[in-house]
């Protein structure tokens, strides 16, 4: 069975540009969570998707935004890239209420 | 209110020598408790799950943890520790309450294995 799998592995913007990053889940689960890993600042929760709908939303600004497709494959959008913005992005995915299962990761790096 | 602490940011052990990685947690209800491991610039890998059935727990890789309701502790063991079980170990707290879906991550221990 496929696992959680995002692209594209790396990601380098210029600050003020838009990335869009990508996630498939594993097949049955509905519900599709995306987090950020800066340097020295751990595992920050950013949004939740179930059914398409967005369940949860973390701490971050609203150029942080995201969508999850019929398929439940989901994507990240980051507008407005700042450099602060630098981090390894990580997807999960999950059927509710069990636990999350993540793919390798999306390293973005702004510049 | 849920919460999850990792008593120990670095853990250095030697190569052969038991591992205890340390989590306290906090929560209202019947948790559902987990650790996962992360190598460098990788994603994270369930090593085992606690669901309120055994309350010892194994895993992957030769771990194992304790759920221990008294002392709100799901300490990560392994008795003997290999070079590759070098990385950050995040422990996580689960709940389902009033149809409301928590996940709460702690901070992470680093385990360092000398040669």
């Known amino acids: 069975e496929a696992g959680v799998t995002q692209s594209p592995t790396h990601l380098i913007k210029t600050r003020g540009q838009q990335a869009t990053l990508r996630c498939s889940p594993i097949?049955?689960?509905?519900?599709v969570y995306w987090y950020q890993q800066a340097l020295g600042l751990g595992l920050q929760f950013l949004l939740w998707?179930?059914?398409?709908?967005?369940?949860n939303r973390g701490n971050f600004p609203p150029r942080f935004s995201g969508r999850q497709f019929p398929n439940y494959s989901s994507e990240l959008n980051v507008n407005a890239l700042e450099l602060e913005d630098s981090a390894l992005y990580l997807c999960?995915?999950?059927?509710?209420?069990?636990?999350?299962?993540f793919g390798p990761g999306t390293r973005l790096t702004v510049t | 209110a849920q919460s999850v602490t990792q008593l120990d940011s670095h853990v250095s052990v030697s190569e052969g020598t038991p591992v205890l990685l340390r989590c306290n947690y906090s929560s209202s209800y019947s948790p559902s408790l987990f650790w996962y491991v992360q190598h460098p610039n990788k994603g994270l890998q369930l090593l085992l799950k606690?669901?309120?059935?055994?309350?010892l727990v194994k895993g992957i890789n030769g771990f194992e943890a304790e759920f221990k309701k008294s002392e709100t502790s799901f300490h990560l063991t392994k008795p003997s520790a290999h070079m590759s079980d070098a990385a950050e170990y995040f422990c996580?707290?689960?709940?389902?309450?009033?149809?409301?879906?928590?996940?709460?991550f702690g901070t992470g221990t680093r385990l360092k294995v000398l040669a």
């Open positions: 998707y179930d059914e398409g709908e967005e369940r």
């Open positions: 097949s049955g689960h509905t519900s």
């Open positions: 999960a995915s999950s059927l509710l209420p069990y636990e999350q299962y």
């Open positions: 996580v707290v689960s709940e389902v309450t009033s149809g409301t879906y928590k996940y709460i």
């Open positions: 606690y669901t309120s059935a055994a309350t």
